[in-house]
């Protein structure tokens, strides 16, 4: 039996023929993404806004105002309603009452018993109550764990790899990671720990696969003395090529199963690391190669030279490491 190949061998597609129109789409998302968080902001969860939430699943559709309208009639402060998965799904935010513990459990106690009565055959999956010192903690763990990721990644790729392919990687991570931002701007998907874990996924993943085609890049820079520079990194992207497709599709596959029949608890999870897969790939190619263009990476970049008798430049045939 012969094994399936999802990419034929001897590909030799012209990724950077487009590359400007690539670059220009990814600046106008990137400052896309920024407007979005900061015009709309991130819808928070209970872990960074503190608070509880209650997950509904009614039996039938329940417009969104009766609910809060029902909800807010409790006294337990200003109730956010929002839909998720279908229209019979909802998830109920309300403000930590004062009191400490035991008035938060009292609060738990008696939006669960409300909404059993008030609409008999509610499913309430789960009640989630952070306090805001806590809620606080998590946030602040959470932009750390971030922040020293990029960090570790930028060392690493500073001794692993020449400074112009360090700053691709690292863009290309900084590119992921807003795009990531501004979706979850746009769509008002739940920002929790769970995401700050996909966003961390997502690094890991970017890089990973960043790295595949600048060893590639780095082994056909001395292969190819002689080839020029955009030939040479549409070669190293096309030799890449069925090992990219091959992992991205799989895990395309798994998490786009995730997103359409998985739990909901995992739902932002699961549609961020989609994304992330997707825009960490093109990324890789869109992003991180034409970087090495704009650096001025070519054929005799890393050779050793040196100056000969009367001055003039030779270099050495050695290759470097």
């Given amino acids: 039996m012969r094994p399936l190949k999802l990419v034929p061998e001897n590909t030799n597609i012209d990724f950077l023929a487009v590359r ?8 106008l998302l990137i400052i896309a993404s920024i407007a979005l968080v900061a015009i709309r902001g991130l819808n928070f969860g209970v872990d960074f806004a503190g608070g509880q939430m209650a997950r509904v699943e009614f ?6 105002d009766e609910i809060r309208d029902r909800i807010d009639s409790l006294g337990l402060g200003e109730s956010s309603i929002q839909q998720f998965g279908d229209e019979r799904s909802v998830a109920i935010r309300l403000p930590l009452p004062p009191g400490g513990d035991s008035a938060s459990e009292e609060a738990s106690t008696r939006i669960r018993s409300f909404i059993e009565q008030t609409w008999p055959g509610a499913h309430i999956s789960s009640v989630d109550a952070v306090s805001g010192k806590v809620s606080e903690e998590l946030f602040v763990k959470g932009a750390w764990a971030l922040a020293l990721a990029m960090g570790a990644i930028a060392i690493y790729i ?5 400074w112009q392919f360090g700053v691709g990687a690292l863009f290309s991570l900084a590119h992921d990671v807003a795009l990531t931002f501004g979706f979850f701007a746009l769509t008002q998907l739940e920002f929790n720990l769970n995401t700050v874990a996909a966003i961390l996924t997502i690094i890991g993943y970017s890089l990973n696969d960043t ?3 600048y060893d590639r890049v780095r082994e056909n820079l001395r292969k190819y003395r002689k080839m020029e520079m955009i030939p040479l990194l549409n070669l190293s992207t ?4 069925a090992r990219t497709i091959v992992t991205s599709l799989t895990l395309i596959i798994a998490l786009a199963t995730l997103v ?7 739902f932002g999870f699961s549609a961020a690391m989609l994304l992330g897969i997707v825009i960490g790939t093109y990324s890789s190619i869109y992003i991180a190669n034409p970087i090495l263009i704009w650096t001025k990476v070519g054929t005799d970049s890393f050779v050793p030279k ?3 008798p009367e001055g003039a430049e030779r270099v050495q045939a ?3 490491p």
Avoid: Y
């Fill in 20 to 27: 400007h129109i690539a670059t220009g789409l990814s600046v």
């Fill in 59 to 64: 039996q039938q559709a329940v417009p969104i």
């Fill in 158 to 162: 500073w001794i692993r790899f020449e």
């Fill in 211 to 213: 790295i595949v085609v």
């Fill in 238 to 241: 096309n030799e890449t090529l």
């Fill in 260 to 266: 359409l029949v998985g739990p909901e608890v995992i």
């Fill in 306 to 308: 040196e100056r000969g």
């Fill in 318 to 320: 050695k290759e470097v």
